[in-house]
């Protein structure tokens, strides 16, 4: 089945410092990848929307200066939080679809990112 | 009224029971429903993944859907302990995953 890998699965960090996430496709190609936020006991939020070799799409009230979104190649996407402050500890979840149309979206095994 | 409901719990059964977990909504729009379970600390894992209104069983799970109602469930019988989990109900419109909206997740707890 589709597998999506995401590293690291924790971080801690210093406020102000940024942090890089990873989220591969290991066995299928993914032109598009998705990443997500979810607080504790809260669902998961669509951040943006991170498209090969273009601009990522961010929902709204998401700072694109602040969450950087790179997918130069089929099978990676990363996500970096610049310059993180506490409130940005949260769990970043990525995801993609195997394939077009209807295929349903499989995720990474999540980024727990604490800013201390 | 949020797009999706669905209520947080936990829930607790023992040991093979049959669960029932639930979600409404209430944009008319959705056409693909899903089902993710989420262990602790863990991304979701698709359970399940249905198109309109009907049925879909896979193995212990079964999906329904009732768009008249605006309700879907996840039925899992005989309940295992490794079943305890969160699961989060999602669903989606045509126009694509951008769209995709997910429930707040119900807990699961199977005891032995």
């Known amino acids: 089945g589709a597998v999506v890998s995401q590293h690291p699965s924790w971080v801690i960090c210093k406020s102000g410092t940024s942090v890089k996430i990873e989220c591969r496709s290991l066995?299928?190609?993914?032109?598009?990848m998705f990443w997500y936020r979810q607080f504790p006991k809260q669902s998961l939020m669509l951040m943006a929307t991170?498209?090969?070799?273009?601009?990522?799409?961010?929902e709204q009230g998401v700072e694109k200066d602040k969450f950087l979104i790179n997918h130069a190649s089929l099978t990676l996407s990363t996500l970096t939080v610049t310059s993180a402050h506490p409130e940005d500890s949260s769990f970043y979840i990525c995801?993609?679809?195997?394939?077009?149309?209807?295929?349903?979206?499989?995720f990474g095994n999540g980024t727990r990112l604490t800013v201390t | 009224q949020k797009e999706v409901e669905q209520d947080p719990g936990p829930l607790s059964v023992p040991e093979g029971a049959i669960v029932s977990l639930n979600c409404t909504y209430s944009?008319?729009?959705?056409?693909?429903f899903m089902w993710y379970r989420q262990y602790s600390r863990k991304g979701p894992e698709l359970l399940m993944y249905?198109?309109?209104?009907g049925n879909k069983e896979d193995g212990r799970f079964t999906a329904q859907v009732d768009k008249s109602s605006k309700y879907i469930s996840l039925f899992i019988r005989d309940s295992q302990p490794s079943d305890s989990a969160t699961y989060l109900c999602?669903?989606?419109?045509?126009?694509?995953?951008?769209?995709?909206?997910f429930g707040k997740g119900t807990m699961l707890l199977v005891s032995p």
């Open positions: 995801s993609a679809r195997d394939g077009q149309g209807t295929s349903p979206l499989h």
């Open positions: 066995d299928f190609q993914a032109t598009t």
């Open positions: 991170s498209n090969e070799g273009s601009k990522a799409t961010y």
């Open positions: 944009n008319s729009a959705f056409q693909y």
């Open positions: 249905t198109y309109s209104s």
């Open positions: 999602a669903m989606r419109p045509l126009s694509g995953y951008s769209t995709l909206t």
